[in-house]
């Protein structure tokens, strides 16, 4: 039996690699050399400025595809970190650098259970691959978007996709996300007369007007949750006049909010509600929408059965399946194919001193390595 890759050291390796997105810094480079060696055929994907990477073992179903990204956040003020926020430095069992969970150190426990995988097994009984992109946490536009297009067009079409994306609160085994909820952010403006406020008859203040209007919104109850998903919210996230004058009232006003939403909705659907609401005031607006995603759903079933049995076995831990936080590529890959996400304590992740537990990360591996000799049957 060959030496087992480790997951800290590719993790490691990965991280100092400065790749904030837009950036590779020799990340993808890196594991193809790694994925190339174990037997996997690579094949690079640059779409714009931006660098992707695909591999496989195997030409033949069922396929498994493990997704993840290899861009990070920018580090912010360095000289706040424990440790330089590329040094992938080690202390008392705790991984520092950027990326170690979000989500280099993802990736690295895919690579290891793949190693794993291939050393006790051979190669499966159908195929493995990585979707790696290095635009998830930038537009968007050139990553996985782009590679799963290639994929369908190239006969790569998974069966199944596990993204690796930092997914439990503080332990390991607490969620896999079967789905998370839409974004849609809206731009109300809402127009006046300027004038002087010793005058207001002379003047058409909007500033009442979009007061009343984002009041109407804030307080609207959109639904009450889903089986799976929290109730629809709105927040307003700025009102901004641009009137630097206390003695003049502004000629508009505009306000900016975002929607979380859930799978009662689409954006399309949301944006009438929205108007709906909104017209309930008999006030002049004029409302601009921009959707951000989707909402996305997979329905529990024998694919996240298998991945909350291999959690469970490795952790002792029984997993919920939620769709809370944010946005992230299974938005894309639930077009595809059945998605789960799982991986490592989100807790830290796009902060200062981004860490993980070097134990949690080897564990890591081992669930993957499970989730694969599960569906693989061996």
Not at 172 to 184: H, N, T, V, Y
Not at 273 to 295: K, V
Request: glycine share 10%; with cysteine.
């Amino acid at each position: 039996m060959k030496k087992a890759l480790s997951a800290t050291e590719l993790a490691r390796t990965l991280i100092r690699c400065r790749s904030v997105t837009p950036l590779d810094a020799g990340a993808q480079g890196y594991l193809d050399e790694v994925l190339s060696s174990l037997g996997l055929s690579c094949k690079r994907l640059p779409f714009g400025e931006i660098s992707n990477l695909f591999a496989r073992i195997g030409d033949e179903g069922p396929h498994f595809c493990f997704a993840g990204h290899t861009d990070v956040v920018p580090p912010g003020d360095e000289s706040a970190w424990r440790y330089p926020p590329f040094a992938a430095e080690i202390e008392d069992g705790v991984l520092f650098g950027r990326g170690a969970v979000d989500m280099k150190g993802g990736i690295a426990a895919f690579v290891a259970a793949v190693a794993a995988f291939l050393d006790k097994h051979g190669a499966p009984n159908g195929s493995i691959s990585l979707l790696i992109t290095g635009d998830e946490e930038g537009e968007a536009v050139n990553g996985t978007v782009r590679v799963l297009e290639w994929m369908v067009e190239n006969g790569h079409t998974p069966d199944v996709c596990l993204v690796g994306e930092p997914t439990n609160p503080s332990m390991l085994g607490e969620q896999i996300k079967i789905g998370r909820r839409g974004s849609l952010t809206g731009s109300i403006t809402v127009k006046g007369r300027q004038g002087h406020v010793a005058y207001p008859h002379l003047a058409d203040n909007p500033l009442p007007k979009l007061v009343a209007l984002l009041e109407r919104l804030s307080s609207h109850c959109f639904d009450e949750g889903t089986e799976f998903f929290p109730p629809t919210n709105l927040e307003i996230v700025t009102i901004d006049v641009g009137n630097k004058a206390d003695n003049v009232i502004p000629s508009s006003g505009q306000a900016r909010f975002n929607v979380r939403f859930n799978d009662k909705w689409t954006s399309s659907t949301l944006e009438s509600e929205i108007r709906n609401c909104l017209d309930e005031e008999a006030i002049a607006y004029h409302l601009d929408t921009r959707a951000g995603a989707e909402s996305f759903l997979t329905q529990p079933g024998e694919f996240t059965k298998l991945l909350a049995e291999a959690v469970a076995d490795l952790t002792g831990m029984r997993p919920v399946f939620t769709t809370e936080g944010g946005t992230s590529d299974a938005r894309f890959i639930c077009k595809v194919c059945p998605v789960a996400e799982f991986g490592l304590i989100n807790a830290t992740a796009h902060h200062v001193d981004e860490r993980i537990e070097l134990k949690a990360l080897e564990r890591l591996a081992e669930i993957y390595l499970a989730v694969l000799e599960k569906y693989f049957g061996v």
